[in-house]
Nanobody, 121 residues
Framework: QVQLVESGGGLVQAGASLRLSCAAS????????MAWFRQAPGSEREFVSR???????YYADSVKGRFTISRDNAKNMVYLHMSSLNPEDTAVYYC???????????????WGQGIQVTVSS
């Protein structure tokens, strides 16, 4: 069975940095596009970033220049490095995997439980 487990969330002040991690198991990790989505209270789920099997990277305009996605295929891990955080980044962040790519969450096959990131000001 496939499992995606996020870690590294928490409560930080505006301007701080934080790194989220996602550990994958039960799939051929190197064959998958890995992505991060987020959902704020009362809002729809939105795309944040994705990285392909060949390490092409894509970002939502709202986070480009502040967030960096990376992957370690030897460890079946994907990371999201976040800097210059602001209260608008507050949300539950989800790790996701598929073989089709794209920014549409409905096309992703596997999802983590989600992890809370809260930014105060």
């Amino acid at each position: 069975q496939v499992q995606l487990v996020e870690s590294g969330g928490g409560l930080v002040q505006a301007g701080a940095s934080l790194r989220l991690s996602c550990a994958a198991s039960g799939l051929t990790f190197s064959s998958y596009t890995m992505a991060w989505f987020r959902q704020a209270p009362g809002s729809e789920r939105e795309f944040v970033s994705r990285i392909t099997w060949y390490s092409a990277r894509y970002y939502a305009d709202s986070v480009k220049g502040r967030f960096t996605i990376s992957r370690d295929n030897a460890k079946n891990m994907v990371y999201l490095h976040m800097s210059s955080l602001n209260p608008e980044d507050t949300a539950v962040y989800y790790c996701a995997a598929n073989k089709a790519g794209g920014s549409d969450g409905s096309r992703y096959d596997y999802w983590g439980q989600g992890i809370q990131v809260t930014v105060s000001s």
